[in-house]
């Protein structure tokens, strides 16, 4: 699974004119279901996330988790992330797993997640959705199973 991560002090996700999901502080993540990716990568990922340090603790930055802080989770399936970009100037989106299977892997994560962090929201698998987001800091983060 490749992820974008993204620190925020407010996000939300609508589809159609209407809000499906809203958070206060706390992380976005983008999420891509590679091709590749095995049970494995769907526990790694969710247990990274919960526990990432990114968040400050007063003093210094990135000394707290999203737990530790009372925050919450907005996953949002985003195949494009999984995107090869190195040739020419169309992107090939043949490393995302396919619809089916990205959905059946992304909504494992999301019960793995939510196992963790409570407040876990999620937009519209294969919607096309308007995400805002308040990105703080800005803090962003690159999270790739594949390199773990």
């Known amino acids: 699974m490749i992820c974008v ?15 499906v999901a809203q958070i ?3 992380m976005v993540v983008f999420v891509s279901v590679h091709a590749t990716d095995e049970d494995h990568d769907i526990i790694w990922t969710g247990k990274k996330l919960a526990g990432i340090r990114m968040f400050s603790d007063g003093q210094r930055n990135f000394e707290r988790d999203v737990i530790e802080i009372g925050g919450s989770i907005l996953l949002i399936s985003n195949f494009t992330v999984a995107a090869e970009t ?3 100037r169309r992107p090939s989106l ?24 409570s407040n876990t929201q999620i937009g519209q698998f294969g919607a096309d959705m308007k995400v805002s987001l308040v990105n ?11 390199e773990k």
């Open 86 to 88: 190195s040739k020419g």
């Open 136 to 146: 703080d800091g800005p803090v962003t983060f690159l999270l790739n199973s594949g």
């Open 24 to 26: 206060a502080a706390g």
């Open 94 to 117: 043949s490393p995302a797993a396919s619809p089916e299977t990205g959905r059946e892997k992304f909504d494992r994560l999301v019960v793995t997640v939510r196992a963790l962090v």
């Open 5 to 19: 991560i993204q620190r925020v002090s407010e996000a939300s996700v609508a589809v159609a004119g209407q809000n």
